[in-house]
């Protein structure tokens, strides 16, 4: 197309122009205009006489023939790009695919939105309709599953304190076992065994007695390694009876 525009379009706009005054001073008093026109626009339609005013018509028909030839181009390149898409869709590779028979349909109604009212409405498709998925809104189930995360993050934190605060405690413990602690065991150990290094006691007492402390100390092993400001937010430590 520009093979066509340029060479006859150039000729008239420069031929005969603002820009090729020899006697400018006679010429701008007889077309009542004192504008010179230099450079790339002497190429230009600006660079046109009114006394040569004619020439536009050229522009004119220029402009018609490259809009007629841009609009035939389009046409012929989405014919070619239909029969394309096409091939593509109608082949086996595709329609083996759940995405080349799925269709997503929204702005439903509230009293269409069921299984039955949903395949009389489409099942005029060929083929028919094998399928129906109704999305529902689960903004409050996301949010009960935002706040159960949190919970759970709060729960491993105060788990976390709580095992970290027991080894302290632990070493603590240790440290103080090594200075001589281990001689009050002793001596505890040597005034309550028995025969043969047994303990004089009844073992089912000794078996009761350890229960019963676990019932009553079952709760306190959170008050003691755990601060309230550790614990999760609702957290209460229930001793149990």
Same mark, same amino acid.
């Given at each position: 197309?520009?093979?066509?525009?340029?060479?006859?379009?150039?000729?008239?706009?420069?031929?005969?122009?603002?820009?090729?005054?020899?006697?400018?001073?006679?010429?701008?008093?007889?077309?009542?205009?004192?504008?010179?026109?230099?450079?790339?626009?002497?190429?230009?339609?600006?660079?046109?006489?009114?006394?040569?005013?004619?020439?536009?018509?050229?522009?004119?028909?220029? =402009?018609?023939?490259?809009?007629?030839?841009?609009?035939?181009?389009?046409?012929?390149?989405?014919?070619?790009?239909?029969?394309?898409?096409?091939?593509?869709?109608?082949?086996?590779?595709?329609?083996?695919?759940?995405?080349?028979?799925?269709?997503?349909?929204? =702005?439903?109604?509230?009293?269409?939105?069921?299984?039955?009212?949903?395949?009389?409405?489409?099942?005029?498709?060929?083929?028919?309709?094998?399928?129906?998925?109704?999305?529902?809104?689960?903004?409050?189930?996301?949010?009960?599953?935002?706040?159960?995360?949190?919970?759970?993050?709060?729960?491993?934190?105060?788990?976390?304190?709580?095992?970290?605060?027991?080894?302290?405690?632990?070493?603590?413990?240790?440290?103080?076992?090594?200075?001589?602690?281990?001689?009050?065991?002793?001596?505890?150990?040597?005034?309550?065994?028995?025969?043969?290094?047994?303990?004089?006691?009844?073992?089912?007492?000794?078996?009761?007695?350890?229960?019963?402390?676990?019932?009553?100390?079952?709760?306190?092993?959170?008050?003691?390694?755990?601060?309230? =400001?550790?614990?999760?937010?609702?957290?209460?430590?229930?001793?149990?009876?």
């Amino acid at each position: 197309m520009a093979a066509l525009v340029v060479p006859v379009l150039i000729p008239l706009n420069y031929i005969d122009g603002r820009g090729h005054q020899l006697d400018a001073d006679e010429r701008a008093a007889k077309d009542h205009g004192n504008a010179q026109v230099t450079g790339l626009d002497t190429l230009a339609w600006g660079n046109i006489r009114p006394s040569n005013a004619h020439r536009y018509w050229a522009h004119l028909v220029m =402009s018609i023939l490259t809009i007629a030839w841009v609009c035939a181009l389009f046409f012929y390149e989405m014919r070619a790009y239909i029969k394309v898409r096409q091939t593509h869709l109608t082949s086996a590779d595709h329609r083996s695919r759940p995405s080349a028979a799925t269709i997503l349909v929204d =702005s439903i109604p509230a009293e269409k939105c069921n299984d039955s009212e949903l395949r009389k409405l489409f099942n005029h498709f060929p083929g028919g309709v094998k399928n129906i998925w109704i999305n529902r809104d689960f903004s409050l189930l996301l949010q009960m599953i935002d706040r159960r995360d949190t919970i759970v993050q709060q729960l491993e934190a105060a788990e976390t304190t709580l095992i970290r605060n027991a080894h302290y405690a632990q070493q603590s413990r240790r440290n103080r076992g090594k200075t001589g602690d281990w001689r009050q065991l002793l001596r505890g150990n040597s005034k309550n065994t028995g025969i043969h290094g047994t303990s004089g006691k009844d073992p089912d007492t000794h078996e009761l007695q350890n229960t019963d402390f676990e019932k009553d100390n079952s709760g306190r092993v959170w008050e003691e390694f755990l601060s309230k =400001s550790d614990r999760p937010m609702g957290w209460r430590c229930v001793a149990k009876s």
